[in-house]
C-alpha cells in the first residue's frame, strides 16, 4: 500500500485492495455557516412546493447544509380603498408567517434543521431575485412544479426562460407529484 499525494490509499500491484470505509462520515455541521450550502425553497403550502421543500430539507440534511424558506405575496390591489387593501394585506401576512411556521415545524421533526424564515410582499419573479442577491449566501434554488393538469402560474416557465443565463446559481425543480420515497431517494 502506498498514501497517494491527498492522503488516500492506494494498493501497489499485486496488493490486494484496501476495504472501502463501511460508514460514511456525517457532514461537517460545525463549519462556519457562510462555508456551508444554503438552499433556498419558494413555498406556498402547495403540494408541489411541500415537495421542493422535502428535497431541500433531506439534501440540506445530508449535506450539512442550511436552508431559508421564502414565501412571497403579490400586493393587493384595491384602487383607492386604502383601509381595504391594508386589512387584506395584514391578513396576508399573518397567514404567511403561520404557514412558514407550520413548514418549520415539519422541517425539524424531517431534519433537526431549523431553517430561515422569510416573507416578502411583490412580483414573485422579482422577489425572489431580491431575496437571492440580498442574501448572499444562497448556494441554489428549489421550486416545485406542479402537473400539468394543474399549473396555474407561470413561475417555472418564467424562471427557466427570463434566468437561464443571469441566474448564478443553480435552479433545481422538482417534480410536485413525486411521493416521498421517490424524493427521499433523490436527496
Known sequence: MFMSMNGGLWAR?????AAAPSVIPLPDRSADP???FKFLVCVDGSPQSRAALRFAALRARNTGGLLALLHICEPVDCHGWMR???????EQREEAECLLQDLAGEVWALTGIRPELNFR??????EILEAIREDGDIHALVVGAAPPSARKGKLISWLAGELAGS?????????????ERQIDRLA
Open 34 to 36: 457562510a462555508e456551508r
Open 13 to 17: 500491484r499485486g496488493e490486494p485492495a
Open 84 to 90: 381595504v387593501a391594508d386589512t387584506m394585506e395584514a
Open 167 to 179: 441566474l448564478d446559481i443553480p435552479l433545481v425543480i422538482v417534480p410536485g407529484n413525486l411521493t
Open 121 to 126: 410582499r411583490g412580483t414573485i419573479g422579482t
